[in-house]
């Protein structure tokens, strides 16, 4: 099969494209024919070296496609079905490739609404939406939400996650991307390019929700009501800062998790969350998809899709 590895760590350059052996599935597992693999950041901190995984090693963690082999107790699946899934994380998931393994408990039903490279763009965006909204973030259905970075791959699943659940959301976005957050349905959109964020909230939010960190999350402490919550994707505010203000950090990670993965599925077939998939390049193409990533201009998602995914 083809699949894109990196040999030695550093910039996009070291993504090549290459031959290499198809993987067989462990009695726990599913072989999946990838037709869509999804791009996140911690792809690129893979690939410098900011998280070491053996050498060679395939990136990817997000991927869609349907089911070529099933492990021997394995019975929720089947041959042929379509699936979608965060596959292994945090360990390596191998998503940029033909095919790759990925344990049944990390897979569910691809959402029947959309196609695979679609697909293969929400499993680590919206798992993380979730677990920043929902299980850190605790989030009810009268709350007011700041959600920082809302037109992007997490924070335009966040917005639309909280207003199905009823929340009050405020996002912050450049201002090319206000119209998309007022498509999003976004209570008050705020272009941070010509607004201080801070000084446009004229009242107490009960949840931030921080992908970019910095000064950003630092500034935010002051909207939040007395008691309230900032769920950090990155760097969390200094206790001391969160101890002046009376607010709370729960920092958020992510899992592989098959079952929220279904119950997302659900939300988008109801047509409560559309995914947002920016560009979709040719598996061959990583590095140029990687370059894109990291120019951090994209709209919602970017994937990768292999040639062998059109194949009947």
Known sequence: MQAIRVHDYGDPSMLRYESVERPDPAVDELL?????????????????????????????????????????????????????????????????????????????????TIDHPTAAGVPMVALTAWEALFEQGDLQDDDRVLIHAAAGGVGHIAVQLALQHGATVIGTAAGYNQPFLTDLGVDQAIDYETTQFDD?????????????????????????????????????????????????SQQV???????????????????????TIAECYPLADATAAHEELESDHARGKLVLEPDSATDS
């Open 200 to 248: 446009a909230i004229d009242e107490p939010v009960d949840l931030v929700l921080d992908a970019i960190g910095g000064k950003t999350g630092e500034r935010s402490l002051s909207l939040l009501r007395a008691g309230g919550t900032i769920t950090p994707l990155l760097d969390a505010p200094p206790e001391e800062q969160l101890d002046a203000h009376g607010v709370d």
């Open 32 to 112: 999946v024919r990838v037709r869509g693999a999804g791009l996140n950041p911690v792809d690129t901190a893979g690939r410098y070296g900011q998280i070491e995984y053996p050498l060679p090693w395939i990136p990817g963690w997000d991927l869609s496609g349907t089911v070529a082999a099933v492990g021997d107790a394995v019975t929720d699946f089947k041959i042929d079905d379509d699936v979608y899934s965060l596959a292994r994380f945090p360990d390596a998931g191998n998503a940029y490739a033909e095919y790759a393994t990925v344990p049944a408990t990390d897979v569910a039903a691809k959402p029947a």
């Open 253 to 275: 990670g992510v899992e592989a998790d098959g079952d929220t993965l279904s119950e997302i599925a659900t939300l988008i077939d109801d047509g409560a969350v559309t995914p």
